[in-house]
């Protein structure tokens, strides 16, 4: 059984497709970003860097438990354990690999740093077209690749298309001029007819809904006050000072 502690996030749910894809037993476990849940010592055991997801894997390796955090390793080990959506074929696994990497190391942290000064700083105009006329040199980047290959990875369904999605559903949002982008949308449809992804779309939706009733009158606390991150941080793993 995989317990997944998380939230559904763009990288949460990442991981949520790919266990509805290989069809193991899971949960989830909800951990409120916004309550702090991820500064919990309990929370912090299974990822240090205070962020979601991380998954237990209750009979991994030599039938142990063993914990992850990092969305794009979760993704690994889950096709690693399953056979599934990794191809064996070592051309077509590197390249899933590399665009595996180039949605952990690009697409997440432009897009996440779009979002957050399109939503919590609206006046840096400077940081927003930066980030902006990223997201959009991504989704060109990616219309590209969909010109070359059916799938983002390779000629099959992979680990790399499943770690894209999440990120890149919200492109009507974003302003994509849609005619541009033929090869993407494409793929965007093709990956929306899923079940497993209509199952997991769903799923986040619910788990939003029950975390914000578990919420509500509770203090949410500033996600992005780095500063107050830290003491939290500090507050959360200190003995003597139980947060
Ligand atoms: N590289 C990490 C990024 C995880 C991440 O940034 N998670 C965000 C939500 S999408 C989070 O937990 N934020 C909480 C915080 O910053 O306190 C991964 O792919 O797992």
Known sequence: MIELHSSPTPNGQKVMIMLEEIGIEWKHIDVNIQLGEQFQPEYLKLNP????????????????????????????????KTGKFLPADVRKRFDTLQWLFFQVSHIGPMFGQANHFNRQARDNQYARDRYNNEVLRLYHVLENRLGEVPWIGCDEYTIADIATYPWCKSHAERGIDETAFPNFLRWSERMEARPAVQRSNRMAAEIRTRMAKTAEGRALIDIYDTKDNTERLTRATSRDKPC
């Open 49 to 80: 860097n205070n962020k979601i997801p991380a998954i237990i894997d209750t009979d991994g390796p030599d039938g142990k438990s063993y914990a992850m955090m990092e969305s794009g390793a979760i993704l690994v080990y889950l096709a690693e």
